[in-house]
């Protein structure tokens, strides 16, 4: 188990709704996230959830953003799971009969 934290720059080449131009270039989005494994040596399952959200923004300010921009900058939570494999940790069989 434990924690992650993520700080990305998203950068849009172009970004539309409904076929339209939508101004925004770049937006900057805050992730932490709790992560947990389980298994094997050599197969794991992870599991993650997290909040991203945009630092300093809050709909609740009363910013005059477009319905979309606030589609857009609102947070959201997220889950992922996967599987961790690790071939080298394979247990090793004797060729010695």
């Not at 970004?15 to 770049?26: E, I, K, V, W």
């Not at 997290?50 to 005059?64: C, D, F, Q, T, W």
């Amino acid at each position: 188990m434990g924690l992650a934290y993520r700080l990305t720059n998203v950068t849009f080449e172009s970004l539309t709704y409904n076929g339209q131009p939508f101004g925004m270039r770049h937006m900057l989005r805050s992730e932490p996230s709790f992560i947990g494994r389980v298994g094997s040596s050599y197969l794991q399952l992870q599991v993650a959830t997290g909040l991203s959200l945009v630092p300093n923004y809050s709909n609740a300010k009363g910013y005059a953003d477009t319905r979309y921009v606030r589609d857009i900058k609102d947070s959201s939570w997220y889950t992922s799971v996967g599987l961790v494999f690790y071939p080298h940790r394979l247990p090793k069989h004797s060729k010695d009969k």
